[in-house]
Nanobody
C-alpha cells in the first residue's frame, strides 16, 4: 500500500530554519506524479503550502510562504523536501506531505492528492 512519511519537524525560534522530508513508498510511482505540502494550524482549516510537478521542473508556493519556503524533490531518493527559512510564529502547524496518483502538474487543490502522511509538528517560538 502506497504511503508517505514526513520527518524533520521540531521546535525552532523565530527566524530559524527547518527542512522537512517526505519519503514515499512504494518507489515505482513516486517520480511520475505531483507532490505537495499542506499545513494545519491550531483552530484553523488545512491549507496549501507548496506543490512540485512530477519532474521537479515546476513549483508553486502559497503567497504566505513565498520567498521563505522552497519545495524540492529527489526522484532517485523517492523523497520530497520543504526547506523553511525565516520561520515565523504563524508558521506553527502540523505539516502534511501528500502525493497524487493521477496529477503531474503543480496543484493547490487538496482533492488532487490521494496519499497523505500522518504529519509532523513544526513549532516556532517568538
Amino acid at each position: 500500500q502506497a504511503q508517505v512519511v514526513e520527518s524533520g519537524g521540531g521546535l525552532v525560534q523565530t527566524g530559524g530554519s527547518l527542512r522537512l522530508s517526505c519519503a514515499a513508498t512504494p518507489t515505482t510511482s513516486f517520480s511520475r506524479f505531483t507532490m505537495g505540502w499542506f499545513r494545519r494550524a491550531p483552530g484553523k482549516e488545512r491549507e496549501f503550502v507548496a506543490s512540485i510537478n512530477w519532474s521537479g521542473s515546476d513549483t508553486y508556493h502559497a503567497d504566505s510562504v513565498k520567498g521563505r519556503f522552497t519545495i524540492s524533490r529527489d526522484n532517485d531518493e523517492n523523497t520530497a523536501y520543504l526547506q523553511m527559512n525565516n520561520l515565523k510564529p504563524e508558521d506553527t502547524a502540523i505539516y502534511y506531505c501528500a502525493e497524487s496518483s493521477h496529477i503531474v502538474i503543480t496543484t493547490a487543490d487538496e482533492n488532487d492528492y490521494d496519499i497523505w502522511g500522518q504529519g509532523t509538528q513544526v513549532t516556532v517560538s517568538s
